[in-house]
């Protein structure tokens, strides 16, 4: 038998072979038990003595090109098979669309109100949530016996006596009074955590942002602009913005700022509870002692502060009747925004 025009054979065959069924039966028909292969591997005893080495070379010879020719083959048919029309596999058929997520109600207020106050020359800071008593009390002229240092209103660390979660973001005002001298003009967002009961218009965790201005020559007055302003835009340019006399150990004089009720616009509804007014923040001048416990002088500087919830004002803008519905990460809900 000749074993070129043999070899002449398979190559053709091989190259005609176009997919792995064919590929398969050239495979049984070669290298099969009554393959090709075999019957030549068989014929060898039969031959003369002196013929059988260089025979039985030969045919192994043929049996490793034949198994590359295969093993080539195979490669390239699977690599055809990726290409249009060739495959098994649809490459023009449609992907799977990712979905897209949506902001968090609060991290868009959140977004909102930073960058009203950043127009107006504002940074925007965070703080830590651990804090100092000294942070969230002492230094901001709150004293021993006031009522939201007790053990019901705060939550203190246990085995670190000195630290708690903050209960507001005041404590900001004055880590960064220590760290930078006036002029200032900050605003800060981040949660804060008061142990009070679950229900729809309160929880334990919360989040404030706070706001500070310190320089010279401030006044109230500048106080009234920047809110009104920042409230116009958060709310609507129409809203009215009224100061109540308040008390806030770390401000003097201190207010709470109502705005117009949003619904009947200051007529009165249940919205409002009849009143007209919705109450939306605190604010005050900043208390001399507050100056006196980070080594400003209380006689050169004057400044403002003010501290507002941000689901309230999520709550009010968006005409949201439950607080807990912005943490129960129920997507009918969050896909909204
Ligand atoms: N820290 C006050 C609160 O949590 C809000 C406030 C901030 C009031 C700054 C006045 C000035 O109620």
């Not at 002229?141 to 085995?159: C, G, Q, V």
């Not at 006044?219 to 806030?248: A, E, T």
């Not at 416990?293 to 803008?317: C, H, N, S, W």
Request: glycine share 8%; net charge neutral.
């Amino acid at each position: 038998m000749d074993i070129n025009l043999i070899q002449a054979q398979i190559e053709a065959d091989l190259s005609n072979a176009n997919s792995p069924q064919a590929l398969e039966e050239l495979r049984i028909k070669y290298l099969g038990r009554k393959g090709l292969i075999a019957e030549l591997t068989g014929s060898i005893p039969a031959l003369a003595a002196e013929q059988r080495g260089s025979f039985g070379k030969e045919v192994n010879a043929l049996k490793n090109r034949l198994l590359n020719l295969l093993n080539e083959k195979e490669k390239s048919l699977a690599g055809d098979s990726l290409k249009p029309g060739n495959a098994d596999v649809d490459i023009g058929m449609p992907g799977i669309a990712p979905e897209l997520g949506t902001v968090h109600p609060i991290t868009r207020i959140i977004g909102e109100i930073s960058t009203v106050f950043n127009h107006m020359g504002f940074c925007v800071l965070e703080g830590p949530e651990v804090e100092t008593e000294h942070n969230n009390f002492t230094g901001l002229n709150i004293p021993l016996e006031h009522p939201s240092r007790d053990a019901f209103d705060t939550f203190y660390l246990k085995n670190y006596t000195n630290f708690l979660l903050r209960s507001h973001t005041s404590p900001v005002q004055v880590r960064t009074m220590k760290k930078h001298k006036p002029p200032l003009a900050i605003v800060v967002p981040g949660r804060v955590y008061r142990p009070d009961a679950v229900d729809a218009s309160h929880l334990f965790m919360f989040h404030q942002i706070e706001g500070f201005l310190v320089d010279e020559n401030v006044r109230f007055s500048d106080l009234k602009g920047i809110l009104s302003f920042f409230l116009k835009s958060v709310f609507s340019s129409d809203i009215k913005m009224r100061f109540r006399p308040h008390f806030f150990p770390f401000t003097e004089p201190s207010a709470e700022v109502d705005i117009s009720c949003l619904i009947c616009k200051g007529k009165g509804c249940s919205a409002c509870g009849r009143k007209g007014w919705l109450e939306i923040l605190g604010a005050g001048m900043i208390h001399p002692n507050v100056f006196k416990q980070v080594d400003y002088d209380p006689k050169k500087y004057t400044g403002f502060a003010f501290g507002m919830g941000i689901e309230r004002i999520a709550m009010l803008k968006y005409g949201i009747n439950d607080i807990r519905l912005f943490f129960e990460n129920d997507l009918r809900f969050l896909k909204q925004f």
